[in-house]
C-alpha cells in the first residue's frame, strides 16, 4: 500500500515539473458530432408517458345500507348491465311491495268505473236498475291509479338504487367493502376499468412544447417493458396543466393504433410526437 502512495505522489512531483501541457487539438469533425446531439428536432416533440385505462370508474351507493352480497372478485371482467354488490334493504322492499298492491287496486276500481252504466240489485226487492255513471267519475278514479303508478315507480328506483350496476364492460380493479359492512353514500365501494383499451398519458410534457401539439399528430410510442414501439395519435390535450416537481406540464393522452400483447396499465413509455 506504501508503494502505491509513493509511487503516485513521485507522479505528481514529476508532472508539476514538467511545465505546461502540450495543448492537444479537438478535430472539427468531433465538434459537429456534439453539436448535433444536443439540438432536438424541431419536428419532433419527446415526452415520457404511462399506460392508463381508457375509462376508470370509482363506484357508490346514493343510499346508507349493509352490504348484503358481493357478486364479483377483484380482477373479474364484468358486462354491461351486470350486479356488482347488493345492499341490505328490506323497507325498501316492502315499500316496493305495497305500492304495486295500492296501484293495483285503483287501477281495478278505475276499470269498474269505466263502463257508461252500472248495474244495480235492490236488496229488498230484487229488481235491477242501470244507471249512469258521469265521466268524471272515471276519470278521477284513473287519475288515483296514476298516481299510485307514479309512487309504486318511485319506490322501484329507490330499491334498484340498492344494486350496484356495470355502466359499462370492465375489469375489477378494486373492492373495497364486505358483506355485513355498512356503507355511506357516495363512498367508493369498487373502482371498475376498462383493461381492453389502454392508452398513453404525458407527465412531463412543458409549456414550452405544448404549443406545437395539436389533435391528430401521428405519436411513436416506445414501451420499455415489452421493448417494443407502436404508432397512435392525439385524442386529447388537457387545458389545465400541472405542476410536476416544480415544473408546469400538460398532460397529452394518445391512442393506440393497436394494442401490444402484455401491456399492462402502469407501464411506462416515450413518445415522440411529430408535430409536422
Not at 505528481?12 to 492537444?24: D, H, M, R
Not at 359492512?181 to 357516495?186: F, G, S
Not at 399528430?217 to 395519435?233: N, R
Request: aromatic share 6%; with cysteine; net charge negative.
Amino acid at each position: 500500500m506504501k508503494r502505491y502512495i509513493w509511487l503516485f505522489v513521485l507522479i505528481l512531483i514529476l508532472t508539476a515539473c514538467s511545465g505546461n501541457p502540450t495543448p492537444v487539438a479537438v478535430s472539427p469533425a468531433a465538434t459537429s458530432i456534439v453539436e448535433t446531439t444536443i439540438v432536438s428536432d424541431p419536428n419532433v416533440v419527446v415526452a415520457s408517458a404511462v399506460i392508463a385505462p381508457a375509462q376508470i370508474s370509482e363506484l357508490g351507493f346514493t343510499v346508507s345500507a349493509l352490504v348484503k352480497e358481493t357478486l364479483v372478485m377483484e380482477g373479474e371482467q364484468v358486462r354491461t348491465g351486470q350486479p356488482l354488490i347488493v345492499l341490505d334493504t328490506p323497507e325498501l322492499e316492502f315499500a316496493v311491495t305495497a305500492a304495486e298492491f295500492d296501484y293495483k287496486s285503483k287501477s281495478l276500481a278505475a276499470e269498474l268505473q269505466k263502463a257508461e252504466k252500472v248495474k244495480y240489485v235492490n236488496p229488498d226487492t230484487g229488481k235491477i236498475r242501470w244507471y249512469s255513471l258521469p265521466r268524471e267519475v272515471y276519470l278521477k278514479a284513473l287519475s288515483k291509479a296514476d298516481q299510485a303508478k307514479a309512487v309504486w315507480d318511485s319506490a322501484a328506483a329507490s330499491l334498484a338504487e340498492s344494486t350496484l350496476i356495470a355502466p359499462y364492460d370492465g375489469t375489477v380493479v378494486d373492492l373495497q367493502v364486505i358483506p355485513g359492512e355498512i356503507v355511506q353514500p357516495n363512498q367508493v365501494v369498487l373502482t371498475l376499468a376498462d383493461l381492453k383499451h389502454l392508452q398513453i398519458e404525458t407527465t412531463d410534457l412543458s409549456e414550452r412544447d405544448i404549443t406545437r401539439v395539436q389533435l391528430g399528430q401521428s405519436v411513436d410510442v416506445y414501451i420499455e417493458a415489452l421493448d417494443v414501439t407502436v404508432t397512435g395519435k392525439v385524442i386529447r390535450i388537457s387545458p389545465i396543466s400541472k405542476t410536476v416537481g416544480g415544473d408546469v406540464v400538460y398532460p397529452v393522452t394518445i391512442e393506440l393504433g393497436e394494442q401490444p400483447a402484455g401491456l399492462l396499465w402502469g407501464m411506462t413509455a416515450e413518445v415522440q410526437i411529430q408535430t409536422k
